[in-house]
Nanobody, 123 residues
Framework: VQLQASGGGLVQAGGSLRLSCAVSGRTFRRYAMGWFRQAPGKEREFVAV????????YYRDSVKGRFTISRDNAKNTVYLQMNNLKPEDTAVYYC?????????????????WGQGTEVTVSS
């Protein structure tokens, strides 16, 4: 399984970005998917996760109401729509997949990781 994240960039505070993560493999629809981020000097943290069927989603408190995770199983792709971006959202964003199927915020349960895409929000 390979994950390829894209869509990062430089944006001003209040702006929007949409991250995409293309997943190889026929069993994508069985995976719960997540977005995580890591800012310089900080530990990696969960941002948003979604169960295999899309019925369950979880967001970290600081992004609730601003970020939306979604998936298109026909395209083997998961998205993260980020609106009203803030400087504190600046980080490298990673997509990840877990064969567990159910959404989980536990980083260690994710088996597969993408390479990361950098998001920089200027004030």
């Amino acid at each position: 399984v390979q994950l390829q994240a894209s869509g990062g960039g430089l944006v001003q505070a209040g702006g929007s970005l949409r991250l995409s993560c293309a997943v190889s493999g026929r069993t994508f629809r069985r995976y719960a998917m997540g977005w995580f981020r890591q800012a310089p000097g900080k530990e990696r943290e969960f941002v948003a996760v979604m169960s295999w069927g899309g019925g369950n989603t979880y967001y970290r408190d600081s992004v609730k109401g601003r970020f939306t995770i979604s998936r298109d199983n026909a395209k083997n792709t998961v998205y993260l729509q980020m609106n009203n971006l803030k400087p504190e959202d600046t980080a490298v964003y990673y997509c990840a997949a877990t064969t567990q199927g159910e959404a989980t915020t536990l980083i260690w349960k994710y088996n597969y990781w993408g390479q990361g895409t950098e998001v920089t929000v200027s004030s």
